[in-house]
């Protein structure tokens, strides 16, 4: 999977395709071009607490950095984590316990790869689905907290997240040999739940439901531009070449 994406809808939009509870301050806007380490719209579901404790779960639509940090390390230096693979995720020290209870979505109404040809050369392509369908990415999220950061201070707790990928499927397979691991709609809701308990078998599960959203995808060229993480306008999209 290539390190670019696409979320071209407002967050407006996500707060009422997806019944969101609670909205951040902050949350990105559109974007034709998402990199490692730019801000992302991020879903979870999280224990209610207080008064409320026990009921069901709170549906959050944040702002995250697309690179997870984890809890135990010492901040958000080196190469982000942007991606996670499936079949591991579980078992790696980065990744477990995120597998375990924090398990989120990231939308998004496409990604960019760049396919290789059988010249050697490559060309860069965008995947999405039909009219510009919201998917929904897997994701894994943690919280970092900035030891130097005052108690109070807003940047005191990073939120970040990866994505998780699988082995390519149906148009996508085509380009790259992996792929982002598409949620539906209709599990989603387990897939976000605190109170599932996260592990190998449930990533499999959730993994193996790909190949039908994945059989609908389209795939185009587009400009080399992309290549270009400062730049970022709706033209990027656009198909070109013949």
Do not use: K
């Amino acid at each position: 999977m290539c390190g670019r994406f696409v979320m071209a809808r407002a967050s407006s939009d996500l707060v009422a395709l997806f019944d969101v509870d609670v909205s951040g301050d902050t949350l990105p806007d559109p974007s034709w071009n998402i990199a490692p380490t730019n801000a992302v719209s991020l879903l979870v579901d999280a224990a209610p607490r207080g008064d409320d404790a026990g009921g069901p779960p709170v549906r959050r639509l944040a702002s995250a950095r697309w690179g997870l940090v984890p809890a135990a390390s010492e901040g958000p230096a080196g190469p982000p984590l942007t991606t996670a693979r499936v079949e591991s995720a579980a078992d790696e020290p980065a990744f477990a316990e995120a597998v375990a209870t924090r398990r989120g979505l990231v939308p998004a109404t496409g990604w960019y790869e760049q396919q290789l040809l059988p010249d050697g050369r490559r060309r860069p392509v965008l995947v999405r689905l039909p009219d510009d369908e919201v998917m929904l990415l897997g994701a894994l999220y943690e919280w970092w907290r900035d030891p130097r950061a005052a108690v109070g201070s807003p940047s005191r707790w990073l939120l970040s997240t990866t994505l998780l990928t699988r082995a390519s499927s149906g148009p996508a397979a085509e380009v790259a040999g992996r792929m982002p691991m598409l949620v539906g709609t209709d599990v989603m809701d387990d897939w976000l739940d605190p109170e599932t308990e996260g592990d190998a078998d449930l990533l499999e599960g959730v993994a193996s439901l790909v190949d039908e959203p994945a059989g609908r995808l389209l795939v185009h060229e587009v400009s080399p531009e992309v290549a270009d993480a400062s730049v970022d306008h709706p033209g990027l999209v656009d198909p070109v070449g013949g």
